[in-house]
């Protein structure tokens, strides 16, 4: 994997250095990319670390299988919680045989990231655990792979209030930085994020990209809000599971089988898992898995943000999803 990075980095440098650049949440630098910023070839250990080579060398290469089913996000806008129940809804003939699911369900005993690799970290890197047409990407609608839409590949979208996101974001960056730079205040990241400056950002220009595919072409993209599968987990996993091509048919107890489903992807079980799995890796981390669980909740960007800042952040969300019809 290192020597597939290495060779990336070498091969698209001269690309990556007439790129706009500009000092990132952790300590490197961000680069602007077709309207959206990325690290440059850094990456944790054997995570590829969505850098900006592996996106230009998928936009080169990627070849999408039409049954492939992807899953596209910002990141910390609800990925892992998707991931789950799609992967969930996908193997759920597994949950059927066993009285105590709980304890073979993969999604248990490994993490959703494993069950469903991102295109370009895991997947990129060769995983093995790759069994499924799942496929998770941070990749913002306009630069996706050419043969994605080509092939006419499904996609589900899972969107969040930016403020959350935010929230969510500086406290997993927080997480990421390496020893040598404290971490960034809130302030600094806020200002960053409402100028678009975040990893895989701007997050408002991400999900304008995506939802206006969502609108245009209903049948190929699948607009998800987290607020809603919180508020309405029923009605949004039947839509997704119909929407992934594994709709709940007459034969099966649907509530049941959706309360299954729900119940195994929750918060609580899954970042209970991920709990037990913390010490079991040898080789530690720089993205230890418990890092994507924190409290799973709605609207906790109020315990941290000033009314200043909540005002601003609410009124660049108002002006960019002016008429796309996308409430929280
Ligand atoms: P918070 O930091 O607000 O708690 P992503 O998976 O896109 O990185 O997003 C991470 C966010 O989703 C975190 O939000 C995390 O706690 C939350 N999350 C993870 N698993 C979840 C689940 N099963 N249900 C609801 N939220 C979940």
Not at 38 to 55: D, K, L, M, P, T
Not at 125 to 140: E, K, M, R, S, W
Not at 203 to 226: M, N, T
Request: charged share 25%; aromatic share 12%; proline share 5%.
């Amino acid at each position: 994997a290192k020597t597939k990075i290495s060779f990336l980095i070498e091969q698209y440098k001269d690309r990556v250095s007439t790129l706009p650049k500009h000092k990132s949440w952790i300590n490197h630098n961000l680069y602007k990319y077709e309207g959206f910023w990325y690290h440059q070839g850094f990456w944790f250990h054997s995570n590829a670390s969505f850098s900006i080579e592996v996106i230009m060398a998928l936009q080169d290469e990627f070849q999408a299988q039409p049954s492939n089913v992807f899953l596209a996000s910002h990141p910390k806008s609800g990925t892992t919680w998707l991931k789950a129940l799609a992967f969930a809804i996908v193997s759920r003939a597994m949950l059927k045989n066993n009285t105590d699911s709980n304890t073979v369900h993969p999604l248990l005993t490994t993490s959703s990231l494993e069950c469903v690799p991102f295109m370009e970290t895991e997947l990129f890197l060769n995983n093995p655990y790759h069994a499924n047409d799942l496929i998770a990407t941070h990749l913002p609608y306009s630069l996706l792979p050419k043969s994605i839409i080509s092939s006419n590949c499904r996609i589900v979208y899972i969107c969040r209030n930016p403020k959350d996101v935010l929230i969510s974001f500086w406290h997993f960056m927080k997480q990421l930085r390496d020893n040598l730079s404290p971490p960034i205040k809130l302030e600094d990241a806020f200002e960053l994020f409402t100028r678009g400056v975040s990893p895989n950002g701007s997050c408002w220009d991400h999900v304008v990209g995506y939802r206006k595919a969502s609108l245009e072409r209903p049948d190929q993209v699948l607009f998800l809000i987290y607020e809603e599968m919180k508020k309405d987990p029923k009605n949004e996993v039947r839509k997704l599971a119909k929407f992934i091509g594994y709709p709940f048919s007459e034969e099966e107890d649907v509530d049941e089988e959706v309360e299954k489903i729900i119940e195994l992807c929750s918060f609580e079980k899954l970042s209970k898992v991920n709990e037990a799995n913390k010490n079991a890796e040898e080789t530690p981390k720089v993205i230890p898995n418990d890092v994507y669980f924190r409290k799973g909740e709605v609207g906790d960007s109020i315990n941290y943000l000033t009314m200043e800042m909540v005002e601003i952040l609410d009124k660049i969300t108002l002006e960019k999803y002016d008429g796309l019809d996308i409430s929280f």
